[in-house]
């Protein structure tokens, strides 16, 4: 429904066009002088029911991207502790293979990795 051209309609457009939920009253004078005026009051309101509108967040696009990149950051943790338990597990088979010296330089090489 195309907004109506008046002051009114300029006054509401927020709240008709926004994200809010709007009430509407209707104001009609019960003397035979006005009833022109009650007639395009009613219909103004019968137009105004008739609008719908889809509802948007409002959210900061920063916020946003900070939240999409702290969801990836869990998302990358998860998989480097899935991945360090991959390698323990590989790391625990191929030490019950090794002899006890390959064993010994196994273990180095890691504590060097660690510090490196």
């Not at 991959?86 to 088979?93: A, E, P, S």
């Amino acid at each position: 429904v195309p907004y109506r051209d008046s002051a009114l309609t300029r006054l509401l457009n927020n709240a008709l066009g926004g994200n809010s939920i709007t009430v509407m009253i209707a104001c009609l004078g019960p003397r035979d002088a006005v009833v022109d005026e009650n007639h395009s009051t009613l219909r103004y309101a019968s137009l105004a029911k008739t609008i719908s509108n889809r509802t948007v967040i409002n959210a900061d696009p920063r916020t946003q991207l900070i939240q999409r990149l702290q969801e990836e950051v869990k998302s990358l943790r998860e998989e480097l502790a899935r991945s360090r338990k991959v390698v323990m597990l590989q790391r625990d088979i191929s030490t019950s293979l090794l002899n006890p010296n390959e064993e010994q330089d196994l273990d180095e090489d890691l504590e060097r990795s660690k510090l490196g």
